[in-house]
């Protein structure tokens, strides 16, 4: 029996959207009532050396898409909607630190406490009951999932696959600033994460030796290679060997791009 009360789904993104955020926009849309999208670039995710300033942006264009896929509502919160008591005051929220201190918060220490610290108002705003997040932000989808159990349990959380150009580049906003040359190189990201998917189907387990071998795939002098491991999807934690499912993951910086990707296994 369907529920009497309406399905509100919501997708969060920082606008400037393509495929990827669209294939959450048609999700919510097939399984809610409502569909609710916000377009926000949030500051306070951003280090102080990061492209806040550069990150594209488009509201004109992202509307045009948003109405064809019949969202039935837009939100452009400005800074002050979002943090009404100056950036300078507002309380962070801090996910533990098993999911923060790895992956991406070795090099982005305040990127998911500022993740955590939006979603939360955001979700208070919109009271939504389903939230949809790609998988391409894989550690981003485990702060999310734990900020849920912690602040909103009620919601659901939807994880949707990640969206690829035809020649298997994750779909990213950030891929604007990509020259020809850096977007060729960007194809080492999928590569490694195949050849690694290829070496655990033939049967390896061992965390160690896949991990080598991830590495060695992403050794390129043009690349600067970030992390490359594997951890328990679950909750992010280090093991030896491969028992039940677990994420590679992926971040190098190319130029002055940063990109991620991520399989599970
Ligand atoms: P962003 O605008 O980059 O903050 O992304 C907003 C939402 O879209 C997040 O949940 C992302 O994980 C998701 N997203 C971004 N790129 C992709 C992609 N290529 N495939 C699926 N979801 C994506």
């Known amino acids: ?158 994880v949707c696959p990640t969206v690829r150009e035809p020649d298997g580049l994750a779909m990213s906003s950030r891929n604007t600033y990509l020259s020809s040359e850096e977007r060729t190189l960007a194809l080492q990201l999928r590569k490694a994460l195949i050849g690694l998917e290829e070496s655990f189907l033939s049967g390896q387990r061992s965390v160690e030796d896949l991990e080598q071998e991830f590495k060695v795939s992403l050794s390129s002098p043009d690349l600067e290679l970030l992390y490359a491991e594997i951890r328990s999807a679950k909750d992010l934690k280090w093991l030896n060997e491969i028992q039940n499912k677990v994420v590679a993951a992926v971040a190098v910086r190319i130029g002055k791009t940063r990109l991620i990707d991520n399989v599970l296994l």
């Open 1 to 158: 029996m369907s529920s009497v009360y309406p399905k509100i789904g919501f997708v969060p993104t920082m606008g400037f959207l393509h495929e990827g955020h669209l294939s959450l926009v048609r999700a919510a849309r097939r399984e809610c009532d409502r569909v609710v999208v916000s377009v926000f670039v949030n500051p306070v995710q951003f280090e102080a050396n990061e492209d806040l300033g550069l990150y594209p942006r488009d509201e004109a264009r992202d509307l045009e898409l948003l109405r064809a896929e019949g969202v039935d509502e837009v939100w452009f919160p400005t800074v002050e909607d979002v943090y009404p008591e100056g950036l300078d005051n507002f309380e962070r929220i801090h996910p533990p630190t098993y999911l923060t201190d790895v992956f991406c918060g070795i090099d982005r220490p305040n990127h998911f406490s500022g993740v955590a610290t939006v979603v939360k108002r955001l979700f208070e705003k919109v009271q939504p009951t389903d939230a949809y997040f790609g998988q391409k932000d894989y550690q981003q989808t485990r702060i999310v999932d734990w900020l849920i159990q912690a602040y909103s349990p009620l919601i659901r959380l939807h």
